[in-house]
Every structure is written in C-alpha cells, then in structure tokens.
C-alpha cells in the first residue's frame, strides 16, 4: 500500500544502538519540501528546487548547529530520501523528532515497508526477509520478494476464472509441500538433545556449539536446566536443547531439571534420543509417540563397540572425537526440511499464506470456486 492519505512517512531502517552511520528514510508527498526548508548543504549552494533519482547531498540537519549527513535521493515519483548521519542514539533521536516535528510521520521499520511498497506480498516477503538469519531462508524469501508467488497466484486465479479445477487443485498441491516452511524462514526449528543419564548429551551438545555451552560431568544428574543453543546446519536456523536426563531420582531439584526437559521436548519439532552404546538400550518415553525421534547411538569409538547395536535408521556418532556428527547433522536436516524447495519455487512464507491456501483448496473441493478470487482480494488488502 502506497500513501493513500498523502501521509510523508519516516523511519529508522538501522537497528537501535551506537554505530558509526545510521539510515533515515523519508517516503511521501512533502518529504522534499520538508528537506529543502531545513537542510543546510556544505557547499551553501541551495538545494534544487527538485532532486533527480541518484543526486547526493552533503550538508547539516537539525536544530541549531545540527549534525552532518549525507541526503540521497531515491525515487522522485514517488519521493523517496535517505538521510545517513551519526549513528549515536542521541543524535538519530533528536533528528526523529525533529523531522516530525516538520510534519513526518514517524513508524516502525514494518510499517514503513508496508506503506511504501505496493505488492502486500512483496512487503510480506520483504519484512521476513530482514529478520531472516540464515542463508537458505533468505535465498526463499528473496525469491519471493522477486514474485514468484504472486506468479503462482496469478496462475492459479486464472485457472480458478476459467474453471479448471483440474489444474488449479495441481496447482495447489503442489505449493502445498512447502507448507511446512510457513513458519520456519525466521523462527528456528527446536531439537531437542533427551536421553538417559551419562549419554553425553551435553557433550554433544558442546561439539554442536564449538565449545563447551553445556557442563560435561561423570556424575548423574549434572545438567539440571534446558541449555538452548541457537545455531545453523547446512543454512537452516537450528536451536538445539541439551535438557536433564531421564531416569528414577528423590532430588527434588533434579525432578524439576526432568520436568522442564519434559516440556521442552513437547515443543521439539525433532529429538534426538541419545544413548551410551555401552549400557542396555533403554527405549523413549510415550511422550515422544507423536514426535519425529532419531536415535542417536553414543561413544561408538569405544573398544568392544558392537556394530550390530545400529539400526536402520539410528545414527552412531562419538561426541568425543566428532566421529558420524557430520553424518547426524545432515540426517537432522533430511528430517526436518523436505522436500527443499528448488530455485523460484513458490512457497507459502507465511502462516496467514499458509491459512490463505488451505481456506482456498476448502472452497475449490465445493465446487465455490466464485469464493476464491474474493478471499484473495480481502486477503491482500488485510494486509495494507
């Protein structure tokens, strides 16, 4: 949605905090005049009565003596400026208030994207983008933002207007195997690391982090706490919880570290069920019934390890030396992420899309096919 009130929008599009330049930018109808009645250029020729796309200014900003910044000029049609001075909170906070108080409307980094960009999906896809911490997410995301779902929807609303459901319903299913990915471009996938007592659990979890994030100890019970760990496998935002290992205490405050395992491991999209393949196997809990589970076979580089203690799908690794860790890291992401989407894939990147699409096959297996057009109309300008 582009400015329909005529509003001229400002917002700060760094992050909060001390650096050496931060960046301003202007959107709307009176950002010039706003600019042209304050800024002061260094080489006191007056500013052009109207900037051409590209033109930089140098020049002071601000009460008084103000502070220095560089005035660039994005679009004139609309107007669109960018201001880069200090980056000190002092400064960028007292030039915030300042060009409000000239008349710009301040707003958040996400409104400022949704005011100045006319897709919705391609703001949608724009604010997820600059919160996405890793590289596959974002190569996704970018794809989006460059349209290829506003292609697919194109496509699938003109198979909906011309009535073929045939090719519509295709056209859904098959943007339905990247659904799982709706809310998982910003927000990690959790695994959780559970098992019994002295199955290095916290070892492993120290050579996933590089060093040592959990206390490794001979003694039962040691980890007593869920150890979260933030990390990126093969591009995907990872966090991984090394929690209280499970077996029968009287320590009140042991029970509790296995309670808030317990819970930590209801909201694991994958846990890794980690044993010493040295002791008798000891099979996972009920809880785990409705969860993906891996089974990870623990200190396989010890004398007299039996191969034949690996099953099918279970992965040996030693925490120790590292030995098959790379081999589990690429299993965990196999689990997780499939199928990977290819280059310009269409994917539904976001929950509401996600909801969006589901709401859509429900009308098309009606036969309301009238419906769907509507649905994706009020979608869109939900989102303005």
């Known amino acids: 949605m582009v400015n329909p009130r005529g509003a001229t ?4 599009l760094t992050p909060p905090g001390k650096s050496a330049i931060a960046t301003l930018s202007l959107f709307g109808p009176s950002a010039w005049e706003i600019i042209f009645k304050v800024f002061k250029p260094r080489n006191k020729k007056p500013l052009p009565i109207s900037p051409v796309p590209g033109d930089v200014f140098l ?22 400026l960018e201001i880069h001075p200090h980056g000190g909170t002092q400064v960028v906070s007292m030039l915030l208030e300042f060009l409000q108080a000239e008349g710009a409307t301040l707003c958040s980094w996400q409104d400022f994207i949704t005011h100045t960009t006319t897709d919705p999906l391609q703001s949608m896809a724009l604010i997820l983008l600059n919160q996405a911490t890793t590289i596959e997410p974002s190569k996704i995301l970018l794809d989006q933002f460059h349209g290829a779902f506003r292609l ?3 496509s699938f609303l003109v198979s909906i207007t011309q009535g073929d459901c045939e090719n519509a319903l295709a056209l859904l ?8 990915l709706s809310s998982r471009l910003v927000d990690p996938w959790k695994v959780v690391l559970a ?15 590089g060093y040592q994030r959990s206390i490794v100890s001979e003694v039962p019970g040691t980890t007593r ?17 090394d929690t209280a290992g499970l077996r029968n205490s009287s320590d009140p405050l042991e029970n509790a570290g296995m309670l808030m395992g317990t819970n930590a491991m209801e909201q694991a999209d994958l846990v890794l069920w980690v044993q010493d393949c040295s002791v008798a196997e000891i099979q996972p809990p009920v809880l785990f019934n409705n969860k993906k589970v891996v089974e990870v076979i623990n200190k396989i580089d010890l004398d007299g390890f039996n191969a034949s203690r690996l099953r099918k799908d279970s992965m040996g690794i030693s925490a120790l030396s590292g030995l098959g860790v790379d081999a589990l890291l690429s299993k965990i992401i196999s689990e997780l992420v499939s199928p990977i989407p290819k280059p310009l894939q269409a994917v539904a990147f976001h929950p509401l899309l996600k909801s969006a699409l589901e709401k859509s096959k429900e009308f098309v297996d009606k036969g309301r096919l009238l419906e769907v057009p509507k649905l994706w109309v009020s979608f869109q300008k939900n989102q303005n």
């Open 9 to 12: 929008y400002l917002a700060r």
């Open 59 to 80: 020049g002071r900003l601000g009460q008084g003596h103000g502070d220095e910044v560089i005035l660039g000029c994005k679009t004139i049609s609309p107007m669109h």
């Open 152 to 154: 697919w929807l194109d």
């Open 173 to 180: 299913v098959d943007i339905a195997k990247y659904s799982f």
């Open 195 to 209: 098992g019994p007592t002295n199955a290095g659990k916290s070892s492993l979890m120290n050579i996933l982090a």
């Open 225 to 241: 706490d869920v150890l979260w760990l933030e990390t990126a496998i093969e591009g995907w935002p990872i966090s991984f919880a």
